[in-house]
Each structure stands twice: as C-alpha cells, then as structure tokens.
C-alpha cells in the first residue's frame, strides 16, 4: 500500500504538532497526514455503495472507511445507520418492515433492496442514472474493491456499528481479515469503534491491528459541561447545539484518552464542528490543548468528518493526524495529491 506524507500545504500553525503525530503514524505504518474515505466518496456517489468506494480507491485515498453489521444469516455487510429507512427502498420493499435492524434481515433481502435511488432524489444535482438500484455490500465485496485496481491499493478503516446487536462480530471480522489475506501489512487494516467493550474484544482477537477509539461529547460518552442532551436542551437546530458542546473538564476529556489506551488503541477518532454546520457538525474535539494532550499519551488523532477547505485548515493546524471526509478528492487537492481524472470523469470512466 503506497504511503503518503505530504506536509507541503499545511498551514504553519500545525507543523509543530504534526512531528509526534507523524512519527506514532509511521510506527503503526498508517498514512499521515491519513486520507480516509468516510462510506466511501460519499459525496458523489450513494454512501457505501460500489461507485462510492471505486471513486474514493480511484481518487487515491488512504483508506476506505465504512460500518459493519451482520445480517439475519450471518454475513458481514456495510451498512451505516441501525435502520435501513434513509438509505434505502426498505419502505416499498417490505412495508411491515420499514423500522426493523439490519439483522432482521437475510442477506438476500438486503441486495433486493435499491441502495442508490434515494441519494439521487436528495442529491438531484448529483444524480446518476447508474445510481438506480444499486447494492448494499458485504465486506467481502468491499474487500474486493479495495484489491480491484493494483496501481491503486486503499486500505480499509472499519467500524463496529452498534457492536451490542452483534455479539461476536469481532471474532467474525477477525476470521475474515485472516481468512482473506488482509493481515499481512501493517497500517493495512484500521478498526475503530465508539463502543469500549468492543474495541477491547477487537484488541483480544487483533492485537496486531491498529484501533481507534472513537470519540463523542454526551451523556454515557464524554459527559457534556451542559449536562443535556439535545432532546433536554429544547432547541430545534442541532448542529448548532452540539456545535456549543464541551467536556465537562480537562479531565473528563483526558479520562476518554485513558480508556482508548487501556483498550489498546493508537489513537482517537474526535468529532469537529464545521465552519458551515450541518449534520455532520458536532462538537469540537480537536482543539490544540486537545490534540497534544492525545499526542503526548502517544495516540493519534483521526478527526470526522470534515468536507471543506476552511475546515481543512482549522483542523490541520490544530495538529490532527487524518481526515474522515466525503469529499475525498477535494482533500486529496488540499494535500496537493490530485487524481489524473475528476470526480466526474472517474464515475463515468467506471460505468457510472
């Protein structure tokens, strides 16, 4: 797997934090600063979905980043969310089943479902008629994207999704990382989890493998200095209220560093708050003290999910060690790594 380590275009005011990171980067053998796919390049194609993680593979990120759930008959499939209604035909398809998990469902009834139409109806400036009726994947097939092109050869940066539904899970992923031949580099696979039993049963099945503990300002995760949740709090825009959410303490947040250690991560997967908001906006966990708080208990920092330019910017100075981002060939161009060929070009050149 090709490794990057591009400074060229950081700001200034990173540089000084970007040496430790770089170096705990180099050891673990992941790419820094890390480009990582989030759901694939999800922003020009359906969310993990087989053009999503073509294009983000072809535009060269360093990983191809998605969440894994099992099925009713035991497959492993990448699927964000613990309903299929949003991203999904699951309404029209089985009525009677539009709110039911992704494990009430065979893997067959999964790939009857059209898993591309709904980004076209909400995306129509985006939309592609090769998007209609696209599949839900299963790791293997992700697996086999990720090998699909020899020139071009992304790691794979997986969740465990709400690892609670699916005991065993880790034991299953680690069989199919050995059985599949993804073990045989270091950096190659990356795990990661908001859940700390998890990431501790990942650490007994996969202590070779690189963790992330990923990191969140609420109730039963990093407890909030406002005390509330957003249902508590009465507002009505969320990405402002969590925009405005801190740790409670320099300690609560430093206790959250303490149990990614002691679960045996490398580093934290913090949330950002973007300049312009949205749904992905959330609190801002990557703040200078932040990061160098985590540099200097030797983890890395792998901030989501991050789309813009100004963004780009402010986390890169604050000393962060990789981006999730849906716009992976706008942060490849920040980082001065272009593909040959725009997003577009590459969609069209790969039968979308």
Request: hydrophobic fraction near 40%; aromatic fraction near 8%.
């Amino acid at each position: 797997m090709r490794r990057f380590f591009c400074l060229a275009l950081l700001p200034l005011a990173g540089l000084a934090d970007a040496g430790p990171g770089r170096e705990l980067a180099a050891r673990q053998g992941i790419a820094h600063p890390a480009v990582i796919a989030h759901r694939g390049a999800s922003f020009d194609a359906p969310e993990s979905t087989a053009p999503a993680y073509v294009l983000a593979r072809e535009l060269g990120a360093d990983y191809l980043e998605l969440d894994l759930q099992r099925t009713r008959d035991g497959v492993l499939v990448a699927v964000h969310d613990d309903d299929l209604q949003r991203t999904s035909n699951v309404a029209r398809r089985f009525p009677e089943r539009t709110s039911s998990p992704v494990s009430a469902f065979t893997l067959a009834e999964l790939k009857s479902l059209d898993a591309g139409s709904w980004f076209n109806q909400a995306y129509p400036e985006r939309a592609r008629e090769r998007f209609e009726g696209l599949q839900i994947l299963t790791l293997d097939e992700v697996m086999d994207i990720a090998q699909g092109n020899p020139e071009r050869s992304p790691g794979l940066y997986i969740e465990t999704k709400v690892p609670g539904l699916f005991p065993g899970i880790e034991a299953d992923l680690a069989t199919k990382l050995q059985a599949r031949g993804w073990l045989d580099k270091p950096g190659r696979v990356v795990l990661q989890s908001f859940d700390r039993n998890s990431l501790a049963l990942l650490q007994r099945h996969l202590p070779q493998v690189p963790k992330i503990l990923l990191l969140w300002v609420g109730k039963g995760s990093i407890e909030p200095a406002s005390g509330q949740t957003f249902a508590e709090s009465g507002e009505t825009d969320k990405a402002a209220f969590y925009a405005r959410q801190q740790p409670r303490s320099k300690a609560e947040f430093e206790r959250w560093l303490d149990y990614a250690r002691a679960a045996g991560a490398i580093g934290t997967g913090p949330s950002a708050a973007r300049t312009a908001g949205g749904a992905q906006s959330y609190a801002d966990l990557v703040q200078p003290w932040m990061n160098r708080m985590s540099h200097d208990k030797g983890l890395l920092v792998h901030v989501y999910t991050v789309d813009e330019t100004v963004d780009f910017d402010k986390v890169m100075a604050a000393g962060v060690d990789g981006i999730f981002t849906n716009r992976s060939g706008q942060l490849l161009r920040y980082f001065s790594r272009p593909a040959a060929l725009g997003e577009a070009q590459i969609l069209e050149a790969n039968g979308y």
